[in-house]
């Protein structure tokens, strides 16, 4: 064999490596799907009457669905899932290092996503739910705050885990990129 016909050498990974953040792109793809889908149900002459009701987008339970529910499934489930993806990508390529920990990153996606649909779905729920009994029967909106806090808490705190496993790993991974040699 010459050393023209010689196997290339390649910068590249194995193709499969990077693999494990295709979850993160579904996750963004179906967040901005659900996102726009409720945008454009929520602009419908008759769905926009009724959340605007109910307080939408000023405060009382249509609040809770436009605009939190929708700039959450959007900015967290979209956006910021798809740059965690991103920057888990990235560091390797700019830094020449491996990812500080691949199973901190799959601890960061699943506890963002989970996160972030349990708190999008009960905004919507609790928004709907709320929001029918603020034009029928006001009286009974106490109860389902004893549920709303705890749950949103849940939710949020699932987040923002998500999110500090996110920062430590990429804070892990930067660590002593710039050293003297």
């Not at 590249?12 to 494990?20: K, L, S």
């Not at 006001?138 to 923002?160: D, M, N, Q």
Request: aromatic share 12%.
């Amino acid at each position: 064999m010459s050393e023209y016909t010689s196997k290339p050498i390649s910068n590249q990974p194995p193709a499969n490596e990077n693999r494990y953040l295709g979850k993160f792109l579904i996750t963004s793809v179906l967040s901005f799907f659900v996102g726009t889908v409720h945008g454009v149900l929520q602009v419908i002459p008759g769905i926009r009457a009724w959340l605007d009701s109910i307080g939408s987008p000023y405060g009382g339970p249509g609040h809770m669905i436009d605009p939190l529910a929708h700039a959450h499934i959007n900015l967290v489930g979209g956006v910021t899932i798809l740059g965690m993806a991103i920057t888990y990508y990235l560091i390797p390529k700019i830094t020449g290092k491996p990812l500080h920990s691949q199973r901190m990153a799959e601890h960061s996606f699943w506890w963002t996503a989970i996160g972030v649909a349990i708190f999008y779905i009960s905004l919507m729920i609790f928004g709907i739910w709320e929001g029918q009994l603020w034009l029928t029967h006001p009286e009974e909106i106490p109860v389902i705050h004893r549920f709303y806090g705890p749950i949103i808490s849940i939710a949020a705190t699932g987040l923002a885990i998500g999110f500090w496993i996110y920062l430590a790993n990429v804070l892990l991974s930067l660590k002593g990129i710039y050293k003297k040699s």
